[in-house]
């Protein structure tokens, strides 16, 4: 089966910002009195914010009423935003900019499906929107993964069924959503992690350009 699109995820595919988050997430726990569980970057990995809150408020995140909750999500996501400001396109995934070109030169459409709300921003900053098809960010969906609703929309964006698309993803969390969506699930870690269900598995991103 020839693939006709691609659809990334973005933090730990095409760039890292896990760092940003986590940062972000740590000056919030500490300002509440909190101490951040130890696992919350693995735990937070393609989650989306208010899953993520949850999360990181542990046993105290009854303390807390649903506007409380979401006011608290807005705080981190404006730290968080403070942080992107310093991303510049030397940012991205090692030759991600050239895999992407090379994808789109060869007729193959293209896509990020993101939880993160700011997935424009920064891909604007990366300088990699132009490459790019359609992004789907967590503005526009209503289910976080492992549903496969942000990568469903990316598929419905490119006009492609799912099974001919190839979702790329660096989270547990991710790959169930590609499977249960019925995309073509490829893991990619950089590092040695495997992610359980994965259709094939790539270490860098050209590796793309082999299947």
């Known amino acids: 089966m020839r693939l006709e699109g691609i659809i990334f995820d973005l933090d730990g595919v095409l760039c890292r910002t896990d760092r940003y988050h986590l940062a972000a997430w740590r ?29 990181v408020l542990g046993e105290r995140a009854g303390d807390f009423t649903r506007e409380q909750k979401r006011a608290l999500a807005e705080e ?27 994808l789109r030169r060869r007729g193959v459409k293209l896509a990020v499906a993101s939880s993160s709300r700011n997935a424009p921003l920064i891909l604007d900053k990366l300088a990699l929107s132009a490459l790019l098809d ?9 289910r976080s993964k492992p549903d496969p609703e942000v990568f ?7 006009a492609l069924p799912p099974a001919r698309c190839a979702v790329v993803e660096d989270a547990q969390s991710g790959i169930e959503a590609a499977r249960r969506g019925g995309f073509l699930a490829i893991a990619y870690t950089p590092a040695p992690r495997r992610l359980a269900g994965a259709d094939k598995e790539i270490h860098t991103l050209p590796e793309l350009l082999e299947l």
Request: aromatic share 2%.
């Open 134 to 142: 359609a992004i789907i960010d967590g503005g526009m969906i209503s």
């Open 76 to 102: 981190k996501n404006a730290l968080y935003r403070e942080y992107l400001a310093q991303l510049t396109p030397a940012d991205a995934e090692p030759l991600a900019r050239e895999t992407l070109a090379e």
């Open 27 to 55: 000056t919030l726990a500490g300002r509440l009195g909190i101490a951040l569980p130890p696992d919350a970057a693995e735990r937070t990995r393609g989650v989306g914010r208010m899953e993520s809150l949850d999360i």
């Open 152 to 158: 469903l929309k990316a598929a419905a964006a490119l």
